[in-house]
């Protein structure tokens, strides 16, 4: 799997975009990138998940440079409810454990 | 469309005992992982269970073990408990067994060991 590095924290304010970046240098050619979001002592949602260039769903938008050695999590307008720990993982089809790591803890204010 | 459900929520256990744990994967998933996860903490991989066998380990000791049922439920045993072992413990079912396949999350059972 490859390593990730991600910040520790990250504060916002009610309707801002809020931009995590997920550092993962040796990143395989067949891996993917996924973030999942947790809530307190709830478990962890996927929220999106890429390959290359941009992905968008109704959640979140992942941009992933040519090089893929890094990750942005985009978050438009958050809410008080965005407030959670935000985790980037990196791995493939031959890859089988899920290795999360202290994630980013994005709170948002009012 | 029930989606991945543990039992207990919340458990307390003293040291030395034995604790199990339930999880019901979401309908039409056939594989199980269970995690651990101290506050503060990403969750960690325990293992995985595909097909009833146990097919990927993390770094967790013998005194865990576990079990899936021909539908596909699962148990996570925990003997001899420790102080440490006390965390909320999370299942999460998928259709594959690899890291880019989506696991989806239960709620977690919550255990104290006192």
């Known amino acids: 799997l490859a390593k990730t590095t991600q910040p520790i924290s990250m504060d916002s304010y009610e309707g801002q975009e809020v931009n995590i970046t997920c550092s993962h240098n040796n990143i395989a050619t067949n891996d993917y990138i996924t973030w999942y979001q947790q809530f307190p002592s709830q478990g962890p949602r996927f929220i999106i998940q890429g390959y290359k260039t941009k992905v968008t769903n109704e959640v979140a938008s992942l941009f992933i440079p040519a090089d893929r050695k890094s990750s942005t999590l985009s978050l438009p307008r958050v809410s008080l409810s965005d407030t959670a720990v935000y985790y980037c993982l990196v791995g493939g089809p031959n890859d089988y454990k899920l290795s999360f790591g202290a994630g980013t803890t994005v709170t948002v204010r009012a | 469309d029930a989606g991945v459900t543990q039992s207990p929520t919340h458990l307390i256990k003293t040291r030395g005992q034995q604790v199990t744990l339930r999880c019901s994967p979401k309908?039409?998933?056939?594989?199980v992982s269970w995690y651990q996860q101290a506050l503060g903490q990403g969750p960690q991989f325990i293992f995985q269970y595909y097909e009833e066998e146990e097919r990927q380990r993390g770094n967790f000791p013998d005194r865990f073990s576990g079990h899936q049922f021909p539908n596909y439920s699962s148990e996570l045993n925990v003997n001899a408990l420790l102080l440490g072992d006390s965390a909320l413990y999370l299942c999460a079912s998928s259709l594959g067994l690899a890291v880019a396949d989506t696991q989806y999350f239960g709620p977690g059972t919550r255990l104290t060991v006192l």
């Open positions: 309908s039409g998933h056939d594989t």
